[in-house]
């Protein structure tokens, strides 16, 4: 299993244990359906899928998940509020065009947001800038610079201040480096701006009943 397949899995898991059985989700970048079909298979939930390329839209409608073609930048706004328990957007943050509107709207269209996405302050990243003068490749940054699809890198601190200027509560955090299980964090506590490989927050608003 190479880094980034063992990351994601450790990122999947993570999200597993956050969301409750039966609810209502909306994966946001679903991919091939790997993690809709766990949640399905494991937490009985309601799930629905968004995701841009046609081909995995195929993938997913072919194992029976109920999924449609679709661009979190667009596409978010023709979701009713409050239709789903939990908006999840797994390692996706970084890819759209307009994190702070998505992010947003993930609050709008479910009472719970959980989003995950690789943290540039973590140690290996800061190292390899200082002594190589690039731009990095990890685990969980594995492509160069020229082929990735993110445009959005942030860190940490980067996303607790975005989530404080659109009020919204961490009601968890969790860290994952080198494909170990996710661990606890407080995202506040400078020291885990460097330990972080990548970071999931559950999320919710500050005024929501």
Request: with cysteine.
């Amino acid at each position: 299993m190479s880094p980034s397949e063992a990351a994601r899995r450790e990122d999947f898991r993570a999200i597993l244990g956050m969301v409750k059985p039966g609810a209502r989700v909306l994966d946001i970048g679903c991919g091939e359906g790997v993690l809709l079909d766990m949640l399905a298979r494991d937490k009985q939930v309601e799930g629905r899928g968004l995701e841009i390329s046609p081909a995995n839209v195929s993938l997913c409608l072919a194992r029976g998940l109920a999924v449609v073609q679709g661009d979190a930048d667009h596409d978010l706004a023709d979701f009713p509020n409050r239709a789903f328990d939990y908006a999840l957007l797994s390692q996706t943050l970084q890819t759209v065009r307009q994190p702070r509107q998505v992010l947003s709207e993930l609050l709008r269209i479910a009472d719970r947001a959980i989003v995950s996405f690789p943290n540039f302050a973590h140690w290996r990243v800061r190292w390899e800038l200082l002594t190589q003068g690039r731009m990095p490749m990890t685990g969980v940054l594995p492509q160069a610079w020229w082929e990735t699809e993110n445009i959005h890198l942030c860190t940490l601190r980067d996303f607790t201040t975005l989530c404080e200027s659109l009020d919204l509560n961490i009601e968890a955090c969790a860290a994952l480096a080198e494909g170990q299980s996710a661990r606890a964090i407080d995202p506040q506590r400078p020291i885990e701006n460097w330990r972080a490989e990548s970071a999931l927050f559950l999320l919710r608003r500050k005024d929501a009943a």
